[in-house]
């Protein structure tokens, strides 16, 4: 066990485990039986490896939803929900600018490059860029359309969501954290009965 310490101490700091940021330790982890003596080990923690429903990533969730837990996941869900909206509005964006289909996954990549000429060309969506930047999860003060993308796809990769191989080059690969955003919207949309933005059906049906 000694051994998938390093690996245990990340998850437990929040990491998410996918094929984009760690192959190795992602391929461990298909492992059934090696996630059996994990969980056999986070038990005292309450704690067990879990994954998105499309298999894509791996985190950490509670064993038994205790009051405590209750609290915790109370204050990360705030946490999350308060980046939500504006993760949307980023994926649609970036679905419109660079003509994609569906919603992002893991693994698609973005070329920074690309995605700034489609968003300078495009009224609509430099506006919409400016605003998202002001966004207080971006915080940009910057009235120039490049310093205004790449802060945001730098707080982006910060939370997790983008994963930048090369950092002298400007393209970015969608993480599996991304399935875990998008089945939490399902989560809402379906269970909560809560609007995600009355006024873009679209986000409703990117989902």
């Known amino acids: 066990m000694i051994e998938h310490g390093p690996l245990l101490e990340r998850m ?24 059996e003596d994990l969980n056999h080990f986070l038990r005292p923690l309450n704690r067990r490896i879990a994954k998105s429903e499309d298999g894509s990533v791996f985190f950490l969730a509670y064993h038994e939803l205790t009051e405590p837990a209750r609290h915790q996941l109370s204050q990360q869900f705030g946490v999350t929900i308060q980046s939500l909206l504006p993760m949307l509005e980023w994926m649609q964006l970036v679905q419109e600018a660079l003509g994609r289909d569906g919603a992002l996954t893991a693994g698609d990549t973005i070329k920074l490059q690309e995605f700034s000429l489609k968003v300078e060309d495009n009224q609509s969506l430099r506006q919409r860029l400016a605003m998202l930047s002001a966004d207080k999860v971006f915080k940009s003060t910057s009235d120039q359309l490049d310093m205004q993308i790449k802060q945001v796809f730098k707080r982006i990769r910060e939370l997790g969501y983008l994963h930048q191989p090369h950092r002298d080059r400007q393209f970015y690969i969608v993480t599996g954290k991304i399935e875990h955003l998008i089945e939490l919207v399902r989560f809402i949309k379906d269970e909560e009965n809560l609007p995600l933005d009355e006024d873009s059906p679209e986000q409703g049906d990117m989902f």
């Open 12 to 35: 437990l700091e929040g990491a998410f485990i996918c094929a984009v940021t760690d192959e190795h330790s992602f391929n461990k982890l298909q492992n059934e039986n090696l996630r």
